[in-house]
Every structure is written in structure tokens, then in C-alpha cells.
């Protein structure tokens, strides 16, 4: 049975930083790419970042490119997202999820999420 389980959200002031964690089980690091995507009050949900399974390439967000990081940890099956430079409007519920291609993302398992606040 796959899962995911997110964690180190929090409440943070602007230009700040927080490492979000995706604890994976129930399936190989090899088979599934890992995305992050967020989704704040009255927003559409957004992709955030991904790492592919087969090279991993990374993806990026133009909204959060340059100031968040995505690396993959295979022998503990887990994703990490670096988020530097936080601003207001990263705050949102941040949800980690599998998908097969990063280039074409569709999650099919995902975690209950961990919110980020970013706010003075």
C-alpha cells in the first residue's frame, strides 16, 4: 500500500526558511517521480516542484524557482523541499505526490498534506 507522509510546515516570516519533508512507503524510489504542489484558500492548486525516478531531473515552478529545492533521498525513500526566501503567497497546504512523469505530472497518491505560513 503506498503512502506518503509530509511534515515540517510551520509558521515562518517572510524570508525565511522551512525543509519540507515526504516520507514514502509501498512502492520503490526507482519507480514513482515525486512532485510537491500547494493549494491555498480560493487558489487553484499549483505545482510546485518534481524529481524524476529515472535521472533525477528536477522541475520547478517559475513562481519558485531560484529560492526552493527539491533532492530525493532514496535510501529512506523520502523527498525534501528546501524553501528559501519565503514570501506571503507561499503560504498554502503543501501536499507531496507519485506520479510516473514529472514533464506531464499526475498524482496518484499523495499525502493529508502540512501547512506553511509565511506572515509577520
Known amino acids: 500500500q503506498v503512502q506518503l507522509v509530509e511534515s515540517g510546515g510551520g509558521l515562518v516570516q517572510p524570508g525565511g526558511s522551512l525543509r519540507l519533508s515526504c516520507a514514502g512507503s509501498?512502492?520503490?524510489?526507482?519507480?514513482?517521480?515525486i512532485g510537491w504542489f500547494r493549494q491555498a484558500p480560493g487558489k487553484e492548486r499549483e505545482g510546485v516542484s518534481c524529481?524524476?525516478?529515472?535521472?533525477?531531473?528536477?522541475y520547478y515552478a517559475d513562481s519558485v524557482k531560484g529560492r526552493f529545492t527539491i533532492s530525493r533521498e532514496n535510501a529512506k525513500n523520502t523527498v525534501y523541499l528546501q524553501m528559501n526566501s519565503l514570501k506571503p503567497e507561499d503560504t498554502a497546504v503543501y501536499y507531496c505526490?507519485?506520479?510516473?512523469?514529472?514533464?506531464?505530472?499526475?498524482?496518484?497518491?499523495w499525502g493529508q498534506g502540512t501547512q506553511v505560513t509565511v506572515s509577520s
Open positions: 505526490g507519485t506520479t510516473l512523469l514529472c514533464s506531464d505530472p499526475r498524482f496518484n497518491y
Open positions: 509501498g512502492f520503490s524510489p526507482d519507480y514513482y517521480s
Open positions: 524529481i524524476s525516478s529515472e535521472d533525477g531531473s528536477t
